[in-house]
């Protein structure tokens, strides 16, 4: 869970920081920008994946939901340290709409495909609506930062 991204919060402050750089105009490194696959803008494309409440949660009993949310958890480990997966977190009290992913991939189809390797997925617990996204690179920095801030593992 080293580089698991599931701070929201953090990934808005980091889109902030993004967007105040309008205000506070830094050196261009070409070498950075480069690395992290950014635009001329600073940006670049992502697919973003909004989790919803399945149709399939009533089936399984509260253990059975439990091992469910185990292996959630654990394909969120695999796909953000295979770099797929940028950021990983819940809402507070969404109702329906239950987190959100972010996926450094170039297509909603590849976006899809990780998707389903979700066991929440597979039982029908979650639902996931993909949206082609276009944000700051710097969110590809959060793997590096994370693990330093994060002091209990899930």
Same mark, same amino acid.
């Given at each position: 869970m080293k580089k698991l991204v599931s701070i929201l919060s953090l990934a808005i402050l980091l889109m902030g920081f993004s967007v105040g750089s309008f205000a506070q105009k830094a050196a261009y490194d070409s070498v950075l920008a480069a690395q992290l696959g950014a635009d001329e803008y600073g940006m670049k494309r992502y697919v973003? %994946?909004?989790l919803l409440a399945g149709d399939r949660v009533? *089936?399984?009993s509260t253990e059975e939901r439990a091992e469910i949310q185990k292996g959630h958890? %654990?394909?969120? !480990?695999?796909l %953000? $340290? *295979?770099g797929k997966l940028i950021v990983a977190g819940?809402?507070?009290n969404g109702g329906?709409?239950?987190?959100?992913?972010?996926? $450094?991939? %170039? !297509?909603k189809e590849e976006a899809e495909a990780l998707t389903n390797t979700d066991p929440a997925i597979k039982a029908g617990? #979650?639902?996931? *609506? #993909?949206?082609?996204?276009?944000g700051s690179a710097? #969110?590809?920095m959060l793997t590096d930062i994370y693990p330093k801030l994060q002091k209990k593992d899930f």
């Open positions: 973003m %994946a909004f009533q *089936e399984y958890m %654990a394909n969120i !480990t695999n %953000a $340290d *295979e819940p809402f507070i329906e709409k239950r987190g959100i992913f972010i996926f $450094d991939v %170039a !297509t617990v #979650l639902k996931m *609506e #993909l949206v082609e996204w276009y710097a #969110l590809m």
